[in-house]
């Protein structure tokens, strides 16, 4: 009995070493930097490292908004999908398994709009890559120091992604980090903005509706008309 199961235990051992433990498909690493200029653009740098345990014909999910997408300095071959537009990542990984290491580069031409109070930073860092990624580390860089703090929000865990992240400022700059994201995973930072920070965004900071106008018209009209008679 017991050389019966010293043989199958033996035989095991065998065909682990025969043919290996299977990698499991993921982002091993993910390091993006993000400078944001005072026209409100926002210019992007990926690096990846992605493990495939099978062929694959995968693609990299960007925000719609991304202009000038580059994969390895060559221009990317993207595809409009909703609110995404996926970059394919055929010509580094050929569809084949393995380990591969890849640069990606895209701008967003507008990362601030007119909120309630001030300005509004509104800046995609994930979203929603098909396999969990392992390490995820971003930097996020302003025109300069601000004094209030970003929040973050994911599609699986909302504002309460902000637990698994290590989040540090040092001058004008954002650092963060962050592990075992699931498949899927949107991380998207939002924060409240000075408008100094962006003097040359092109942005309407005022909203006048309709009623407010026609007030304001018949104030005119009806000053005028006084004046004159």
């Known amino acids: ?5 010293l043989f199958l235990l033996m035989a095991v ?3 682990g070493l025969c043919f290996g433990v299977s990698a499991q498909s993921e982002i091993q690493t993910m390091d993006t930097q993000c400078t944001v200029n005072d026209k409100g653009a926002c210019a992007v740098n990926t690096n990846v ?3 495939l345990d099978q062929a694959a014909d995968l693609t990299f999910p960007l925000p719609a908004e991304a202009t000038d997408i580059t994969l390895n300095a060559e221009r990317g071959n993207v595809s409009a999908n909703g609110q995404y537009k996926d970059l394919s990542l055929g ?3 050929g569809g084949n398994p393995g380990t591969f290491t890849f640069q990606i580069h895209y701008t967003l031409p507008g990362v601030v709009d007119p909120g309630t109070d001030g300005l509004e930073l509104t800046l995609p860092l994930l979203c929603g890559f098909a396999h969990p990624v392992e390490n995820f580390n971003f930097s996020v860089t302003l025109p300069s120091e601000v004094t209030t703090e970003p929040v973050f929000m994911s599609s699986y865990y909302q504002e309460l992604i ?3 992240l290590d989040v540090a400022v040092n001058g004008n700059t954002f650092t963060g980090r962050t592990s075992a994201l699931k498949d899927h995973e949107t991380l998207t930072m939002l924060m409240d903005v000075d408008p100094a920070l962006f003097p040359n965004a092109p ?5 006048t509706n309709v009623d ?3 007030m304001a018209i018949c104030g005119v009209l009806a000053l005028v008309y006084w004046l004159i008679f």
């Open 1 to 5: 009995m017991k050389k019966t199961a």
């Open 13 to 15: 051992l065998c065909m």
């Open 49 to 51: 490292t992605l493990t």
């Open 91 to 93: 010509p580094v990984t």
């Open 162 to 164: 902000a637990a698994q």
């Open 203 to 207: 942005l309407v900071f005022f909203e």
């Open 212 to 214: 407010d106008i026609a």
